[in-house]
């Protein structure tokens, strides 16, 4: 059983940055894929980010179009923590911003493949 908690969620003014932060158990961490999605009010949950193992010493991150650029995830295993650095946020970045994780390693942006699920922290930029 996996449990993620997230933080560092919060309102800001449009062009601000935010971490956003997702401490998770589990033994091995550093093998699951983790991922960020958010939902908006009146829209699907959509991909954000996601961060997978490669199988050696390489991670790979992968990012939707609409925060290509701007936003970063990273990890650090020993804390068994993964972030979310979004910069430059814009009024349609407003969502519930969810932490994901995989432990099959996958890594994808099909939210149904995570099996696993933060509570979710909420994001307000306002213009």
């Known amino acids: 059983q996996v449990q993620l908690v997230e933080s560092g969620g919060g309102l800001v003014q449009a062009g601000d940055s935010l971490r956003l932060s997702c401490a998770a158990s589990g033994r091995t961490f550093s093998r699951y894929a983790m991922g960020w999605f958010r939902q908006a009010p009146g829209k699907e949950r959509e991909f954000v980010a996601a961060?997978?193992?490669?199988?050696?010493?390489?991670?790979?991150?992968d990012y939707a179009d609409s925060v290509k650029g701007r936003f970063a995830i990273s990890r650090d295993n020993a804390k068994n923590t993964v972030y979310l650095q979004m910069n430059s946020l814009k009024p349609e970045d407003t969502a519930v911003y969810y932490c994901?994780?995989?432990?099959?390693?996958?890594?994808?942006?099909?939210?149904?493949?995570?099996?696993?699920w933060g509570q979710g922290t909420q994001v307000t930029v306002s213009s």
């Open positions: 961060h997978r193992w490669s199988g050696t010493f390489v991670y790979y991150a």
């Open positions: 994901a994780a995989d432990d099959v390693g996958r890594g994808s942006s099909r939210f149904n493949e995570y099996g696993y």
